[in-house]
């Protein structure tokens, strides 16, 4: 199945699932001061966009290293995908890493594995698995989706005052149903591949 850059973005975008995390980011930051607490964000932020680029173009040659095909890497894929799905439409009670008091993030837990996490990893390893000559419409989608998460965890809490906690779960679980419906895809696609391939 072909993909092309404004679904693969949207993809993107639901798997870092910038809604679900505005209450970790919130409560993560909550006790700098409100001008190193921007700051700090932003760094988190582009230290998981240069994570999230090293794999999508160093996935590739790790997968050939491993000796994967890429039907397992589409149907580990879904089953990540689905698990995260699940997460986000019955969220599980606490499970919000919250650092010590006067501790600064760095890298764990915002950059990685908030925004940089398993899920998405695995997609941009698919995505240039699948289509390797579309590195670039990747590349775009990729910075496309981190940069609209970017601009949601930035207004992280004036959308969080906006929105509630009622409006934040709402949101969080629709995009969770969206993800169910491209996890099972994808793990379709890589199951009709292995039975067509081998």
Do not use: C
């Amino acid at each position: 199945m072909a993909v092309d850059l404004w679904s693969a973005m949207l993809t993107l975008f639901l798997i870092m699932d910038p809604l679900g995390n505005l209450p970790i980011v919130v409560a993560i930051l909550k006790d700098l001061k409100p001008e190193r607490r921007r700051l700090v964000l932003i760094r988190e932020l582009v230290l998981s966009l240069i994570i999230l680029m090293l794999f999508l173009y160093g996935g590739q040659s790790f997968l050939n290293l491993l000796g994967v095909k890429e039907e397992a890497v589409s149907i580990a894929g879904g089953i990540i995908l689905f698990l995260i799905a699940i997460r986000m439409i019955f969220p599980p009670p606490g499970g919000m890493v919250v650092l010590k008091e006067g501790e600064e993030p760095f890298l764990f837990p915002l950059a990685v594995p908030m925004i940089a996490g398993p899920s998405i990893l695995a997609a941009l390893i698919l995505l240039a698995n699948q289509q390797p000559g579309q590195m670039i419409d990747w590349t775009l989608a990729l910075f496309g989706a981190w940069l609209l998460s970017s601009a949601i965890l930035l207004f992280a809490p004036l959308l969080h005052r906006v929105l509630g906690e009622r409006g934040l779960t709402a949101m969080e679980r629709l995009m969770g149903m969206i993800l169910v419906i491209i996890a099972v895809q994808m793990l379709l696609n890589g199951i009709s591949h292995y039975f067509k391939w081998d």
